[in-house]
């Protein structure tokens, strides 16, 4: 298997309607599992199947993103959280979090 992370984390809303981030293929894999057995159908089992066959190196990830991805907007699931600023997340600057005297 690749890495099995994702080029581009995947943010769903759960059952109970908490912000959930899927970074790579185990996390998609992870909430395919949990989704309730009655609103399972086909795109769910080709979701399932794909991401399954890149955890085990069958396919590859970008291929169960995009399945996943598929998915989760047919479902309604899917949210679109913009990608925060540069500055919001570079590296932090200044002695913060240094130890006295090293």
Do not use: N
Request: charged share 25%; glycine share 10%; proline share 5%.
């Amino acid at each position: 298997m690749e890495d099995g992370m994702f080029e581009q984390a995947i943010f769903v809303r759960d059952d109970s309607f908490a912000l959930r981030r899927i970074a790579c293929v185990m996390d998609a894999i992870e909430f395919l599992e949990e989704w309730p057995l009655e609103r399972r159908g086909l795109l769910h089992a080709a979701a399932s199947d794909t991401c399954y066959s890149a955890y085990d190196g069958r396919k590859s990830v970008d291929a169960a993103h995009k399945t996943f991805t598929t998915w989760a907007r047919r479902v309604g699931v899917i949210e679109d959280v913009p990608a925060a600023p540069p500055w919001m997340t570079g590296p932090k600057i200044g002695g913060a979090g240094r130890r006295a005297g090293g």
